[in-house]
């Protein structure tokens, strides 16, 4: 008997031990995943730049190419001459149907996940029964749509599903408004819950009276 309460003591502490660690490595991990991605993507057409200028390789270079033009384009950002020039790529950009379809749903998600401002994409958390009924999920809407029919028409939200670890991976559903329920919680605390698979929440969720 002692043996087993023993046993099941040891395999509580273990598991929660184990919690806490993916609490900690979790974010860590996603963050050196998503900072490898933009890396590789500026390492690979730097590097050959560099590589040809100085004759040979330089490891790191391409990491501190990216942390310098993160900044510049930052501090350009602040700049009225900047911002009408990035306009000018943007309306470039917006005038290739696929890459405008790509950049817009980018940039919206980008500006929700950003902390300390307020998403223009992601208006309300809610819960919506998905995939079936008695099951539920949390989503973002995005938008309101009117579905016209010949004699009727019904007001539907669109709503987001993004697939943890990565925000920018999901799919939109449309939903009756009736059938939503808004939480309440800020959309940053709703995307914190969603991509760390529910690790972090304070373990009650209210919906707005």
Avoid: C
């Avoid at 309306?91 to 405008?100: C, E, F, G, M, T």
Wanted: aromatic residues 8%; without cysteine.
């Amino acid at each position: 008997m002692a043996t087993n309460q023993g046993s099941q003591s040891l395999w509580g502490v273990l598991r929660n031990t184990f919690g806490r660690g993916l609490v900690v490595i979790v974010p860590i991990v996603i963050t050196f995943w998503v900072l490898n991605i933009l890396f590789n993507a500026i390492d690979g057409i730097t590097a050959p730049i560099f590589d040809r200028i100085f004759e040979r390789h330089i490891p790191g270079l391409g990491f501190i190419t990216m942390i310098v033009l993160i900044l510049i384009v930052g501090g350009l950002s602040r700049n009225l001459f900047a911002r009408t020039v990035f306009k000018l790529i943007e309306r470039l950009i917006s005038s290739i149907p696929l890459a405008r379809t790509i950049y817009t749903a980018m940039k919206d998600i980008i500006n929700a996940v950003q902390p300390g401002k307020k998403g223009r994409s992601f208006r309300e958390v809610v819960l919506v029964e998905y995939p079936r009924l008695g099951l539920y999920t949390i989503g973002f809407v995005t938008n309101e749509i009117t579905i016209t029919q010949k004699d009727s028409s019904e007001e539907m939200v669109s709503v987001y599903l993004p697939n943890p670890p990565n925000p920018t991976s999901g799919f939109l559903i449309l939903v009756p408004r009736q059938s939503t329920r808004v939480l309440d919680m800020p959309v940053e605390e709703g995307l914190k819950l969603v991509l760390s698979g529910g690790i972090v929440t304070s373990g009650n969720l209210k919906f707005k009276s």
